[in-house]
């Protein structure tokens, strides 16, 4: 899957992207060809790290070969870094870098003392806290921004939202440039979202394989996924959040569409731990952000974190969207609703015996937000809804609001049913081989739809097809209920056929490189 770039202006030269490319590897020669496709990718900067080479004899053989301005580091282990000799050999590598022709060198902060400037070379001051998040973190950014730097660096792992935040909140007034993030999975939209807030530029792996740090995106993911070149402080600000979201095609299909509409909104996923969704919007609305898809586990916690809510949401009880108002009014909706339904009948509609909903005895797999929707939306048209799921108190909290028949996760083959809805992630990238049936109780002319879209084809839905079963993929439901919020999102009409393309690119890349991931 890729982006088309935005046409620059005929009256602009083309301009670098705002990305750092970092080359971590041990030959001279891996590290050449990963400098070179950098220099292809057009970004703005390129971080040698002499940390992690084991056969380097002079700097000089990458400012020969470079096109773009070089940035030296020696990153010590301590800092998340490789190097292990001493520091007076550490800063003197940093001297011969300097000298050899590279324009940007990164000192720590504890180690700028140690290390006037030499000429006309720009310094980054940089602090690593591989562990966590200092209680003392704004103190020390302080001292940085004393300090004899062009610009600060600030990176630090972080487990939850308020701990993300706090980092990003670094940007807010900045005195000098300043680069600041969540190292890990809770702290990776940092690394998009800093460019908002005035960060000069972000760093990346040029391949996911050279990643140095945990939750580091790649040159192109940050180009194609996210646009990163069109991202200003006027970008209006959408997401997803969800954990986890690795699997997730929601960014790529999002920010196509919005591509596609000639502005610079942008649409990043926030990995938010569960129980944490309350935590993550009242700590991150600085961020200024004015809609939210809403995926596994925070659907019921959307219900009840909103001040208004759709009609859907109040009597499923779940919402996969959440709009931002200035006012501080929380609007909740449910696209899934007339998605899954939209699906269902669609299979109905096709089977050979032209099925209807009335009467039909419905399995639906799984207790979940999703399944709220389902078991509401089809004991509506008259289905007879038969509700399981891993934790049998939360389908009883269901079936207690919605009237319907509980049965035992372990006793969910023991009845014929004519229809089966997995709301489950059972069979969800990366356990694509895995179902929530046994390949027995499924026959024709029974209708299995899966709502899982990624992959398209998983073991149920593949298992229905060869029993003869009709079956129906997640996918156009998750297309439909993300046009919807679209539509909700940005009141324009969503591109629905380039998100379906989009999303069926993604997932043929997948299957034949099942090495590429999602951002995570």
């Known amino acids: ?92 590598l940093l001297r011969r870098a300097i000298g050899a022709g590279f324009s940007w060198v990164d000192i720590e902060s504890d180690a700028i003392g140690s290390f006037p400037r030499l000429g006309a070379e720009k310094r980054i001051v940089s602090f690593h806290d591989c562990q966590g998040v200092p209680a003392d973190l704004e103190a020390r950014y302080q001292s940085m921004a004393s300090a004899d730097a062009d610009t600060i660096k600030v990176a630090c792992l972080t487990r939850t939202p308020a701990e993300s935040a706090r980092v990003l909140g670094l940007l807010a007034g900045v005195p000098k440039p300043t680069v600041a993030f969540g190292m890990g999975e809770v702290g990776q939209a940092g690394r998009v979202v800093q460019l908002k807030l005035g960060a000069p530029f972000t760093y990346a792996a040029v391949s996911a394989e050279t990643a140095v740090a945990p939750g580091m995106l790649t040159i192109a993911q940050l180009q194609l996924n996210f646009g990163v070149r069109r991202v200003n402080a006027s970008t209006r600000l959408f997401g997803v959040v969800g954990d986890p979201l690795g699997h997730s095609l929601s960014p790529m299909i999002h920010n196509n569409a919005l591509r596609k509409l000639g502005n610079n909104d942008l649409y990043v996923p926030f990995t938010v731990p569960k129980g944490m969704l309350g935590e993550f919007v009242s700590s991150h609305g600085f961020l200024g952000i004015r809609g939210l898809s809403v995926t596994i586990p925070h659907k019921e916690d959307a219900c009840r974190l909103a001040t208004r809510r759709s009609a859907e949401v109040e009597a499923t009880g779940s919402a996969n969207t959440l709009l931002f108002h200035g006012d501080g009014v929380i609007e909740a909706h449910n696209t899934d609703y007339d998605a ?25 797999l799984g207790a979940g937000g999703v399944a709220r929707s389902v078991v509401h939306g089809l004991s509506s048209r008259g289905a007879l809804v038969r509700l399981t799921g891993r934790t049998r108190e939360r389908a009883d909290a269901i079936a207690s609001a919605i009237p319907c028949e509980v049965v035992d996760w372990n006793a969910r083959h023991a009845e014929p049913v004519d229809v089966v809805v997995n709301c489950t992630p059972v069979g969800m990238h990366p356990h694509a081989g895995e179902s929530p049936l046994e390949a027995s109780f499924i026959a024709a002319p ?75």
């Not at 899957?1 to 001279?28: H, K, Q, T, Y």
């Not at 899954?340 to 039909?360: E, Y």
């Not at 899982?452 to 029993?467: C, D, G, H, K, Q």
């Open 446 to 520: 029974m209708v299995v739809m899966d709502t899982i879209y990624n992959p398209e084809s998983t073991a149920l839905v593949l298992m229905a097809r060869e029993r003869g079963a009709v079956a129906v993929t997640g996918l156009d439901m998750f297309i439909s209920q993300a046009a919807a919020q679209f539509k909700l999102f940005t009141g324009e009409t969503a591109p629905a056929d380039l998100m379906r393309q989009v999303a069926r690119n993604a997932l043929a890349s997948r299957v034949s490189r099942p090495q590429a991931q999602a951002p995570r």
């Open 1 to 92: 899957m890729s982006f088309r770039a935005l046409p620059p202006s005929l009256s602009e030269p083309p301009r670098p992207d705002p990305i750092c490319a970092v080359v971590a590897r041990p030959s001279v020669a891996e590290a050449l060809a990963d400098l070179s496709e950098s220099c292809k990718r057009k970004v703005s900067l390129v971080e040698i790290r002499f940390d992690r080479l084991r056969d380097l004899a002079d700097p000089g053989v990458f400012t020969k070969a470079s096109t773009v301005p070089l940035l030296a580091t020696v990153r010590r282990k301590a800092d998340g870094g490789a190097w292990e000799g001493d520091e007076s050999s550490r800063l003197d």
């Open 340 to 364: 899954v339904l939209d699906s269902v009948m669609g299979g109905l509609k096709n089977h050979p015996a032209g099925w209807t909903l009335k009467d039909k005895r419905v399995l639906v």
